[in-house]
């Protein structure tokens, strides 16, 4: 039978290969098509009888090209979705071969391997990204896989553990929310008459919300669930938009103030011409009155105390009523919102980065025995 058909098939006998990996590089890591790229040394141990041999050496050296011409284990990642050989400046394989008939098969492969993703946590999360593989075409009654510690598989999983680091996600994209919510806040001590500079405040601030949701969703696959970010991004949001949701009310309040200021200040006017008018009538009516003089028995004359009538004192002036109401005022609710407002996000914050800041949970990874 030629080296290269199925060992074990004339006895019926179960080929065990000892596998074995040693990364010399891992990354990077997509997010967006959940992958990742590793460079590992693979190797592969199993003994065909069929190669013993005595001679003066214990270890046979052969070339690489010795590897098409008899059997090697099919064994092929059952994740992967690119594979490379590398092959500069020679094939980077290595075959040896014992007295006994063990072999050993060494190759040198970069690997492109799926890694299923739960980004409910991200950017505080972690994940196991495995690495599977087994044989291509030979089930379990012809080849069994052993990892060299003595554990028998018939596909084989190497779980790489990652954790993501948040560093360039609280510079990228976090302060900047942070900075843009506080800069919304500033309004809320300008007068509310500062409509010009209170609606840039609040339509720059929703724009630059608007940019920094974008900008942090192209670097995450589409998926059909919210990520922590999403979750930081949408209150920040909302925080911005209260603030310009506040500015209008302050506004529509203002304008109506003054309204109603303005009808009470006619309403004056039209009573201070009634009683101008009404003086200006009995005043008149004074004047044209002539007084009763007489003599008294001492040949003075008085005047009766009916043409002493003072017309000055005939009512009194009716005052206008003083308005209220001045320029660069603050209104209530711009008083209320400068503590709410900064007492809720920071209440926010301090719930948000307690909950995600724990110790992330790896999910679907298989613990270890």
């Known amino acids: 039978m030629p080296l290269k058909c199925l060992k074990g098939s004339e006895e019926n006998r179960v080929t065990e290969v000892k596998t074995d990996i040693y990364v010399t590089s891992f990354g990077p890591v997509s997010d967006t098509d959940m992958?990742?790229?590793?460079?590992?040394?693979?190797?592969?141990?199993?003994?065909?009888?069929?190669?013993?041999?005595?001679?003066?050496?214990?270890?046979?050296?052969?070339?690489?090209?010795?590897?098409?011409?008899?059997?090697?284990?099919?064994?092929?990642?059952?994740?992967?979705?690119?594979?490379?050989?590398?092959?500069?400046?020679?094939?980077?394989?290595?075959?040896?071969?014992?007295?006994?008939?063990?072999?050993?098969?060494?190759?040198?492969?970069?690997?492109?391997?799926?890694?299923?993703?739960?980004?409910?946590?991200?950017?505080?999360?972690?994940?196991?990204?495995?690495?599977?593989?087994?044989?291509?075409?030979?089930?379990?009654s012809f080849l069994l896989l052993f990892y060299f510690a003595g554990c028998e598989y018939t596909v084989m999983t190497a779980h790489f553990h990652l954790k993501r680091k948040i560093g360039y996600f609280v510079i990228q994209t976090y302060l900047p929310c942070i900075m843009t919510v506080i800069l919304s806040q500033v309004s809320f001590w300008l007068n509310r008459e500062s409509v010009p500079?209170?609606?840039?405040?609040?339509?720059?601030?929703?724009?630059?919300?608007?940019?920094?949701?974008?900008?942090?969703?192209?670097?995450?696959?589409?998926?059909?669930?919210?990520?922590?970010?999403?979750?930081?991004?949408a209150v920040c949001y909302a925080f911005v938009f209260s603030a310009l949701i506040e500015f209008a009310t302050v506004n529509y309040f203002t304008k109506r103030g003054w309204a109603w200021d303005g009808k009470s200040v006619v309403n004056v006017k039209k009573k201070e011409a009634s009683v101008m008018k009404k003086n200006n009538a009995y005043a008149v009516a004074v004047a044209n009155y002539a007084p009763n003089i007489t003599k008294d028995q001492g040949g003075m004359p008085t005047i009766s105390k009916s043409a002493t009538s003072d017309p000055n004192k005939a009512k009194p002036e009716v005052k206008p009523e003083q308005n209220k109401k001045t320029f660069n005022s603050v209104s209530k609710i711009d008083r209320m919102s400068r503590i709410m407002f900064p007492v809720l996000f920071g209440g926010f914050n301090l719930v948000y980065w307690a909950t995600y800041l724990r110790e992330p949970v790896i999910k679907d990874m298989v613990p270890s025995k």
Request: hydrophobic content about 40%; some cysteine.
């Open 197 to 233: 500079a209170r609606t840039v405040f609040g339509v720059t601030t929703v724009l630059t919300m608007t940019t920094l949701s974008i900008s942090a969703r192209n670097s995450l696959p589409k998926v059909a669930y919210a990520t922590a970010m999403d979750w930081f991004i």
């Open 35 to 140: 992958e990742y790229t590793v460079d590992v040394f693979f190797r592969q141990s199993w003994v065909d009888e069929r190669l013993k041999f005595n001679g003066p050496m214990n270890i046979l050296r052969l070339n690489n090209l010795m590897a098409s011409k008899i059997w090697t284990p099919d064994t092929f990642f059952h994740n992967g979705k690119k594979s490379v050989a590398h092959n500069m400046t020679m094939p980077n394989k290595l075959l040896r071969i014992m007295e006994d008939g063990t072999l050993l098969y060494t190759m040198r492969l970069t690997v492109q391997a799926e890694c299923p993703m739960h980004l409910e946590d991200f950017p505080m999360d972690s994940h196991s990204c495995p690495l599977k593989f087994g044989s291509c075409k030979l089930i379990s």
